[in-house]
T-cell receptor
């Protein structure tokens, strides 16, 4: 019972490089989320997908794009990485459709450093 | 938008004692308040949550209380154990947004 799986776990990029962070859940959840966690900042929502086929901006979407590939998978893409995007990225999912008041289940994160 | 603050930022307790973490929120329309525990190198894990129509909820050694009038909610951990050492995040959901606090480091001293 894997829950939410994120790949890769660690990544170092150079400024200007691009990469895609992968997330998959095996709980048949409808909603999925991408957060970033910075020291002393808590968790901030980047993008979310309330259901398969839909995506919406969160609190800090600039510099990112997302794709809800199917019900299981939700990827986050950095087109041109910047040092300000150095962070720990968490993917989460929740059972019901919509960004509503329901428990979210988190993966173990991708630690991304941009030089 | 919703603003959530946690106090204290760091809390050290002796094993067996109780720990209490308090969060305040700003949006009176918020109606869902989860607590997450994050261990080093791991993602946040939901440990307990409470909805606005309930004043208190308990699950074994963990309890959460909600005071809607004062707009604060607290996490209570009784009989603390070394494995309770972690960072704890509170959150409040209102206006279609889940706002997280900045986290509390809890250290249980054996």
């Amino acid at each position: 019972n894997a829950g939410v799986t994120q790949t890769p776990k660690f990544q170092v990029l150079k400024t200007g490089q691009s990469m895609t962070l992968q997330c998959a859940q095996d709980m048949n959840h409808n909603s999925m989320y991408w957060y970033r966690q910075d020291p002393g900042m808590g968790l901030r929502l980047i993008y979310y997908s309330a259901s398969e086929g839909t995506t919406d901006k969160g609190e800090v979407p600039n510099g990112y794009n997302v794709s809800r590939l199917n019900k299981r998978e939700f990827s986050l893409r950095l087109e041109s990485a910047a040092p300000s995007q150095t962070s720990v990225y968490f993917c989460a999912s929740s059972e019901m459709v919509g960004y509503s008041n329901q428990p979210q289940h988190f993966g173990d994160g991708t630690r991304l450093s941009i030089l | 938008g919703e603003n959530v603050e946690q106090h204290p930022s760091t809390l050290s307790v002796q094993e067996g004692d109780s720990a209490v973490i308090k969060c305040t929120y700003s949006d009176s329309a918020s109606n869902y308040f989860p607590w997450y525990k994050q261990e080093l190198g791991k993602g946040p894990q939901l440990i307990i949550d409470i909805r606005s129509n309930v004043g208190e909820k308990k699950d074994q050694r963990i309890a959460v209380t909600l005071n809607k009038t004062a707009k604060h909610f607290s996490l209570h951990i009784t009989e603390t154990q070394p494995e309770d050492s972690a960072v704890y995040f509170c959150a409040a959901h209102g206006n279609n947004r889940l706002a997280f606090g900045k986290g509390n480091q809890v250290v249980v001293i054996p």
